[in-house]
């Protein structure tokens, strides 16, 4: 028997609800959707689902994200067309099921033990031969034969004409049939039970609606909130180190619900163990699940792909995240001469700053990293050659990534950082990551790095400030300030002229001193000039207008040549009047580490005057505080999708490796008492199997009398 593609074929009724019914139990209809659900299936694997709206926006620009949004392809497994699909699937199939089992039932129960002789001859597998005993008695001892190969066997007697032998084997093909087309019935009926079905049921018929506010979870109002005996729910619960939470939260299109559980989990401590590159190789969460209903403690330890089971929720280790950890930072300030100061935190919180800060900004603490292990060249270039007047592209490369694409690669622990966002009056925010460590990257000094974005989808560009002897920023902070102190770049400029040139010819003397004076006012930069301009921000950029705007195109590459030389002998001479005051020993300048820290601070304080927010937060200090994140889930289809799926290999097993035999021997009395034996074989399909079986049968029941 045949499986037929068309419908159930209605003799009353309407054309159109005729048309319908054919439609639905048609095998090509079920085939239809079950193409369509794999491709939504793929965009719901492909498209993160239940992101940020503003994710998705930065992703595809604001039209696309809408339409996108209006098809609900960002929640593909809950989105009503989805869902709806699901349910014409489970219908259709079952109407196929329920159309093809009665013919499958009969063609299973059914010899064909009627046929024709003539038709035996027309197989393509058949053999004809001569045997010594009479019909009757060939007839059983060849059934006897087939019963003992597992065949079933059954005899006919035709009166006066001969016997019958009818055979079968290989049934399970057609039982294959309806294992595959019920497991695809199960498993979109589990997945309709594990889905939110059952919660837009609850909403609709209970009056529940999703919560859009704020606030504690605790406070969340009832018609917000199901019950702990919800038949299914899937939710993330986070529960800090030390506290303990009994509500998870279910993500909705329109905002959240509360689902509250049947217990309370404490988490006692939270385990994470990493792998060389910094990925996380381990999260295991020693929890105390307290129970509502009996009080009973309960001892566990979560383990991704170990989860733990309660009164039929299951508990998985999702993730980690950060449970309130305290943090002390010190604000530098980047632009004039404010002084420091510390804040304190914690993450998540956000804290106003006052005046000090340069305007009434809000420092919201974004996250804390203990580990960073990044990319960094072992070597890199060298110091930058400072006096060169174009140093566009140097202060492009030294301001941009803090691994080098060009350098060779090595992985390193940069130790923790912190994530901030400065935030204005105008509710305009940039985000800030910056590493509590120095970090070396082949310049000869170590480098705090000070990362700087505007926006979430770009990656961070970095400020390096320079590590003095101690490993500290103190000493590059206190050559800034000292840079925007006018009288103490006077002082430092006599003596630099001072002691570079013979005290005997005062002329020089000054016009070293007007050139040094010079330099050192362009590269501080003028407050009093346009906000923008390379005047106003000084560094290298103000110094190479300056050249191009007064010095001849032939000249500027002697002339700039010499004003850098004059700039960083003035400058080493002021860091060397900053550590004076600080009473520290002065730096030798031939020494390779000291150089090299003059050259990364002219690059530095260049640097400094384009920084976008007048402080840096650095961090000084930190209480780190873990969370985990559970995924907690009563999931009653699981067991049905389990059970079709395993239904769905035993059918498809069975279509594909089963083939369904048919044999027939018609046994005719000759003329000295035996019998002329003529059998068929036929089979669902075609293989080198079914040659071979059919020679080894003609063997075994016809080979003796050939």
Request: aromatic share 8%.
């Amino acid at each position: 028997m045949s499986v037929s593609t068309h419908g159930i074929r209605v003799r009353s009724g309407s054309s159109f609800l005729r048309a319908a019914i054919e439609l639905m139990s048609s095998m090509r209809f079920a085939i239809s959707l079950l193409s369509v659900i794999c491709i939504a299936s793929i965009i719901g694997t492909v498209l993160q689902q239940q992101q940020p709206y503003g994710n998705y926006v930065n992703q595809f620009g604001p039209f696309w994200a809408e339409v996108f949004d209006t098809a609900s392809l960002y929640r593909v497994y809950s989105a009503w067309w989805f869902l709806l699909i699901l349910a014409f699937l489970v219908t259709s199939t079952s109407l196929c099921i329920w159309r093809s089992v009665p013919k499958i039932v009969a063609d299973l129960r059914a010899y064909k033990e009627n046929l024709r002789v003539q038709s035996l001859r027309a197989f393509g597998q058949r053999a004809e031969a001569g045997l010594d005993d009479a019909p009757e008695d060939a007839a059983r001892r060849l059934g006897g034969a087939l019963v003992g190969a597992g065949w079933k066997v059954k005899l006919q007697e035709r009166s006066g004409d001969g016997w019958m032998l009818a055979a079968k084997a290989g049934a399970a093909n057609k039982l294959g049939y309806i294992a595959a087309h019920g497991a695809i019935v199960l498993i979109c009926i589990g997945g309709l039970l594990d889905g939110d079905l059952v919660v837009r049921a609850q909403m609709l018929l209970h009056g529940k609606s999703a919560y859009r506010g704020g606030g504690m979870i605790a406070d969340v109002a009832p018609q917000h909130r199901l019950s702990p005996s919800n038949p299914t729910f899937r939710g993330n619960l986070m529960v800090p180190e030390g506290s303990q939470s009994g509500s998870a939260i279910l993500n909705q299109a329109d905002g959240i619900l509360v689902q509250d559980l049947p217990f309370s989990i404490e988490l006692k401590k939270f385990v994470v163990e990493h792998y060389s590159t910094g990925m996380p190789k381990l999260f295991a969460s020693d929890i105390v699940i307290h129970d509502r209903i009996t009080g009973e403690a309960h001892s566990a330890r979560v383990e991704v792909n170990h989860p733990v089971s309660w009164r039929g929720v299951d508990i998985y280790q999702s993730s980690f995240d950060d449970g309130g950890s305290k943090v002390k930072l010190k604000a530098l300030p980047m632009h004039g001469t404010a002084a420091a100061f510390d804040v304190e935190g914690t993450i998540g919180s956000s804290t106003a700053l006052d005046q000090r800060a340069g305007g009434p900004y809000t420092l919201e603490y974004g996250a804390l990293r203990t580990i960073n292990v990044e990319n960094f060249g072992k070597g890199g270039d060298g110091a930058v050659d400072v006096r060169k007047v174009d140093l566009r592209h140097e202060l492009e490369s030294r301001i941009g990534a803090p691994n080098r694409p060009n350098a060779d690669r090595s992985l390193r622990n940069v130790g923790p950082s912190i994530t901030y966002r400065l935030r204005d009056a105008a509710g305009q925010a940039l985000e800030f990551q910056n590493y509590m460590l120095p970090v070396e990257l082949g310049d000869g000094v170590p480098v705090f790095l000070f990362g700087m974005r505007s926006d979430a989808a770009d990656a961070f560009r970095y400020l390096r400030l320079p590590a003095d002897e101690n490993g500290s920023v103190d000493g590059f902070m206190r050559l800034h300030a000292a840079l925007a102190d006018p009288g103490r770049r006077e002082a430092a400029v006599r003596r630099y002229a001072q002691a570079s040139v013979d005290g005997s010819r005062p002329e020089l003397v000054q016009q070293l001193q007007a050139s040094a004076s010079r330099a050192l006012a362009l590269f501080a930069g003028n407050p009093q000039a346009p906000a923008g301009t390379p005047e106003h921000n000084g560094g290298l950029q103000a110094i190479s207008a300056f050249m191009e705007a007064n010095v001849p195109e032939g000249e500027r590459a002697r002339a700039g040549e010499v004003l850098v030389r004059i700039l960083n002998g003035a400058l080493f001479e002021l860091l060397q009047q900053t550590r004076r005051d600080a009473g520290l020993a002065p730096l030798d300048a031939g020494d390779a580490t000291a150089r090299a820290f003059m050259t990364q601070s002219v690059l530095s304080l260049g640097d400094m005057a384009v920084y976008p927010v007048p402080l840096a937060f650095r961090l000084d200090d930190f209480e780190q505080v873990q969370a985990s994140v559970f995924q907690v889930a009563r999931a009653p289809g699981r067991i049905v999708v389990y059970t079709g799926c395993v239904f769905l290999i035993v059918g498809v097993f069975s279509m594909l490796f089963v083939r369904e035999r048919r044999l027939w021997i018609w046994l005719a009395p000759d003329a000295s008492g035996g019998s002329q034996a003529t059998m068929a074989l036929s089979s669902n399909r075609k293989t080198l199997d079914g040659e071979r079986e059919f020679e080894r049968l003609r063997e075994r029941l016809l080979g003796a009398a050939l």
